[in-house]
């Protein structure tokens, strides 16, 4: 059974999943900008300019409305907390992991080839 007069259930862990989103995003449009070449290279192109906003906020909105749907599940009772956070877990460990992100040293480097 799900956790019962939970504080976690007021909607506030949708922003969970729409930020990890946002970071995904940001991944995809920072590899979209180094593949285009694009980066640091000034003011991008109308149409990069275009894609790149796409791949950030899409994932956010996405994820959020993914996050949001589950909580509802947990309000429900269908499912249970701890169920909310494995799925939670295992869907950002393998949206990292697709894109190339394993370790704070990966988005470390990345973020500083954007700051050259």
């Known amino acids: 059974m799900a956790d019962t007069g939970d504080d976690r259930q007021d909607g506030g862990w949708d922003a969970l999943w729409a930020v990890l989103g946002g970071l ?4 995809l449009m920072m590899k979209y900008a180094e593949a285009a070449g694009v980066l640091n290279t000034g003011p991008a192109p109308a149409k990069e300019t275009i894609i790149g906003l796409a791949l950030l906020l899409a ?3 996405v994820f959020g409305a993914a996050g949001g ?3 509802d599940e947990v309000a429900k009772e269908r499912t249970t907390w701890a169920t909310y ?3 939670t877990v295992t869907v950002f460990v393998a949206v990292f992991a697709l894109l190339g992100i394993t370790t704070i040293d990966d988005l470390t480097e990345m ?3 954007w700051g050259e």
């Open 69 to 71: 749907r589950i909580r």
């Open 111 to 113: 973020l500083d080839r």
């Open 85 to 87: 956070w494995t799925t």
């Open 59 to 61: 994932p956010a909105a």
């Open 24 to 27: 995904a995003g940001f991944i």
